[in-house]
């Protein structure tokens, strides 16, 4: 069955939001899973994670940023055109309870992600604090959106254009600091934004969750593309994730791994173009 695009928005410089028809994953998404997709049938398989969901309309919501060739391919579609194939609800979704004061942060893209997780936890009765982080105030996402899920929000920019000047764990340390009980820290974003979150949480005891987005490629634990160690266990983060306890993960051999791949995204990226531009003149 293919997936229809109803909503194409442009939320920061090549940061795309997309509401995809899905009734049936509509239907049974939950915060913290993630989706599959694939635009065409020589596409390469995207994992995303489930930005939002809408039961009544039977609609799922993506955030993603074209950094190579696959999501710049899928950057590429309009409104109404169709994704040939969106494969979810993968992964575990997050453990929402009533746990008390919860900070949930979101770095950069991963301001998406986190957004169900904060009104879930709003929802079940928590306090919720909500930290967002970007570069710069021009690629900042989802404020409004994330402003009416929470108690309070926190806004950090690299440079200071806007909210706090520095990183998310500035925000974080403030609220440690002005005595506010925090129960839980749920933290999405760049791998060595969610390692600082952690090691900022450490020292005070603070239960800490970080969703992971390593190498992934079919999402049923087979390829194991996306293993993790966590406890000194290998994990794999498409079924035994994405999250896990912040506190237990190997960042440092995370990082390691994620390189790896960095040079073939560029050269992919070049090739996938030359093709597009050779498919469009056929068109």
């Known amino acids: 069955m293919m997936n229809k695009i109803v909503k194409k928005q442009l939320l920061a410089p090549d940061v795309y939001l997309y509401e995809i028809e899905a009734p049936r994953i509509a239907k049974k998404a939950q915060p913290g ?37 696959g999501t710049d391919y899928l950057g590429r579609l309009k409104e109404n055109d169709f994704i040939l194939d969106v494969v979810a609800p993968l992964g575990k979704q997050t453990d929402i309870k009533k746990e008390g004061t919860v900070v949930c942060i979101g770095g950069g893209i991963g301001a998406a992600p986190i957004y169900p997780i904060a009104r879930g936890m709003k929802e079940a009765g928590n306090r919720v604090f909500a930290i967002v982080g970007a570069r710069s105030k ?10 009416a899920v929470c108690d309070e929000l926190l806004i950090t920019t690299d440079d200071g254009s806007y909210g706090i000047k520095g990183f998310v764990t500035n925000a974080l340390q403030q609220l440690i600091e ?8 749920v933290a999405i974003g760049p791998v060595v934004m969610m390692s600082s979150v952690a090691n900022a949480t450490r020292p005070y ?28 266990e290998t994990k794999f983060a498409c079924v035994d994730g994405p999250e896990f306890d912040g506190h237990q993960v190997d960042f440092k051999g995370l990082m ?17 173009l030359c093709n597009l531009d050779r498919i469009e003149r056929r068109l």
């Open 256 to 272: 390691q791994r994620q390189r790896m791949y960095k040079d073939k995204e560029v050269e992919g990226k070049k090739h996938h």
């Open 178 to 185: 002005r005595g506010e009980k925090i129960d839980e820290v």
């Open 205 to 232: 005891n603070i239960k800490t969750v970080v969703s992971l987005n390593p190498i992934m490629v079919d999402g049923t634990g087979m390829c194991g593309g996306c293993r993790v160690q966590v406890a000194g």
């Open 33 to 69: 899973q993630f989706l599959i997709v694939r635009t065409h049938e020589e596409g390469e398989r995207i994992p995303l994670t489930i930005a939002d969901f809408n039961r009544e309309k039977g609609t799922v919501s993506i955030v993603f940023q074209t950094v190579g060739a």
């Open 138 to 147: 021009d690629i900042l996402i989802l404020e409004e959106e994330m402003r």
